[in-house]
């Protein structure tokens, strides 16, 4: 191989390294900007073999297999380089190679550094995804009756012990605000709080978000695979919402993650270990659904270490009278207008049977109070299904024999006070008509406060 004059001109004037060797790899020329990058001079490479020149030169096998190679960084010593290389190719036939070396710059550098951060960036973002905040603490639970302090208590120290914890309780009884309670109270509140409610996913769905999955582990993985929440709620806590919807396969495998206290992402042969408290919580029945084979009894055990049951909110009447001042104020607030209830509306709140428990109360008060004209909530104003059920009640209340008895000698007191009037000659001539005494119309009169 031969070097035209005017050729080697123009390398050398070149600001990139350029080193040319022949078809058996002996270095024909390298131009001077090849020997500041490199540090190498021109007499102890030339007309010798690259390979022991330069152990680890690459451009041997480039000019064995035709086949070129970019971008290759090359550190020799303390000076970086990279290096694009070539086969030359005459006539359909190899008969040399070339590389060209450029310095790193800090452009370089910066742009690898950017790379690297990037990619650290899209990680911590896919962690972030997954992690909710626990946004409420015990102070949050409003509980003034007796019943309900004794369920806080209760929270309050299983809150302390990093064991798993069971929440059940009707629909909208606040099973999930005491789940953000406990993992806030616990030792785990600086770690992660990751949510996720079974009954939003099938099951095969399910058990991707919360084991993960390896690259190509099924058809539709996304590339790279995916961290599951348990690896995400790592150090901190699982709220497993609605378990008593987790299908029963779905079920063993939570139950082995239990015990094993490791997960395998599905697709993967790895064992990961994690470190995670399980908060579950559901408003079924789960002893019920054991005996008709519907929940893994084992696994009820594992996660029912500390069961909490969240009372109804129609078992502590306390609560409600609290809940609608504490609702209103809310409102009131929200409205920018005082709203108030009259007494009658309250009774018949204090005495609804609250299916829906306290969101249906919450919900029951807004409503009612976007019917008023006034800001004063009246019987009229309230749902319709609570006044239905109010009517029912006092249809079917019964009252005491001597209560009824009293009530009619009233009306009837009243009646003839009206037809003879209230003064003393008045009352003479009603007691007359009753027939009975002056002092029992007055005995009477005095009992019922006229
Ligand atoms: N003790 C409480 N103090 C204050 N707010 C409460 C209390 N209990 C429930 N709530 C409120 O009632 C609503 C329902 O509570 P939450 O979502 O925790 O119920 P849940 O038991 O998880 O219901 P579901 O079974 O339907 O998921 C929420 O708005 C919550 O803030
Ligand atoms: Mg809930």
């Known amino acids: 191989m031969k070097i035209d004059n005017w050729v080697k001109v123009i390398l050398d004037a070149l600001y990139d390294g350029v080193l040319i060797a022949d078809d058996k790899g002996i270095v024909k020329y390298i131009n001077p900007a090849y020997t500041r990058i490199t540090k190498v001079e021109f007499e102890d490479i030339v007309d010798k073999p690259l390979s022991e020149t330069r152990p680890g030169a690459r451009l041997p096998s480039v000019i064995e297999s035709g086949k070129q190679i970019l971008g290759a960084p090359r550190k ?207 408003n079924r029945n789960l002893e019920q659904m054991i005996k008709e084979n519907k929940f893994r009894e084992d696994l009820f055990y594992r996660i029912a270490i500390f069961p909490i049951n969240v009372l109804p909110l129609k078992e502590r009447k306390e609560d409600i009278r609290h809940f609608i001042d504490f609702f209103l104020n809310s409102i009131s607030y929200k409205m920018k207008r005082a709203t108030n209830i009259c007494p009658e509306a309250e009774d018949i709140l204090i005495n609804y049977s609250w299916p829906g428990n306290v969101r249906e109360l919450k919900n029951a008060l807004e409503f009612a109070a976007n019917m008023t004209d006034d800001f004063n909530i009246r019987e009229e104003h309230l749902p319709k299904i609570i006044q239905i059920q109010s009517v029912k009640n006092n249809l079917t209340k019964l ?52």
């Open 76 to 282: 020799v010593g303390d000076v970086e380089y990279i290096v694009n290389m070539a086969p030359i190719i005459e006539s359909g036939k190899i008969i040399g190679g070339i590389s060209i070396a450029n310095e790193i710059g800090d452009l370089y550098k910066l742009s690898e550094e950017l790379r690297k951060s990037n990619s650290t960036i899209k990680k911590l973002e896919e962690r972030m995804k997954g992690i909710e905040k626990a946004r409420y603490s015990f102070k949050d639970i409003i509980s003034v009756d007796k019943k309900s302090i004794d369920t806080k208590n209760l929270a309050v120290k299983i809150a302390n012990t990093d064991s798993n914890v069971l929440i059940t309780g009707e629909s909208g009884t606040g099973k999930e605000l005491y789940a953000h309670a406990i993992h806030n109270a616990s030792n785990r509140q600086n770690g992660p709080f990751i949510a996720i409610n079974s009954a939003t996913f099938d099951g095969n769905l399910l058990e991707s978000e919360l084991f993960g999955y390896e690259e190509g582990a099924f058809t539709g993985a996304k590339k790279g695979g995916k961290i599951g929440l348990f690896e995400l709620a790592n150090g901190g806590t699982i709220f497993l919402d609605e378990i008593g919807e987790m299908q029963l396969g779905l079920q063993a495998k939570l139950l082995r993650v239990l015990q094993e206290k490791t997960i395998r992402r599905i697709g993967g042969l790895e064992e990961i270990d994690i470190d995670v408290r399980v908060i579950a919580a559901t």
């Open 399 to 450: 009252k005491p024999m001597e209560e009824v008895v009293r009530q009619a000698e009233l009306a009837e007191i009243e009646k003839a006070l009206s037809i003879y009037g209230h003064d003393v000659e008045g009352k003479n001539k009603a007691a007359e008509a009753l027939g009975i005494s002056l002092a029992t119309l007055y005995n009477k009169m005095k009992q019922a406060s006229f």
